[in-house]
């Protein structure tokens, strides 16, 4: 059995994953269901090691999610703004 320290950075980790996969790019990719599916699968780890490698690979996921959103948002940007920057009224 994991430690209660433990046990609370997974439930942690998890709600912080199943929040970002609320804004998930692709819906077809079906996040949430992808998420619980790995969480249930490692629902049985009891060896310290194997727990903090699976906690290391949802910080991991976490953060290209992350990663994922803010280049969606700067590809947002971008494309708001024209390449070219006007001439200069003032020669």
Avoid at 28 to 38: D, E, I, S, T
Avoid at 56 to 63: A, F, S, T, V, W
Avoid at 81 to 86: G, K, L, R, V
């Amino acid at each position: 059995m994991a430690s209660k320290e433990t046990r609370l950075r997974v439930i942690s980790l998890y709600k912080e994953l199943h929040r970002l996969g609320r804004e998930y790019p692709d819906p077809a990719y079906n996040f949430h269901k992808k998420l619980r599916g790995l969480f249930e699968k490692n629902r049985n780890l009891s060896d310290p090691q194997e727990i903090e490698k699976a906690i290391k690979l949802g910080e991991y996921i976490r953060n290209e999610t992350l990663a994922l959103y803010s280049l969606r948002k700067y590809r947002h940007l971008k494309r708001m703004y024209p390449q070219e920057s006007p001439a200069d009224p003032f020669p």
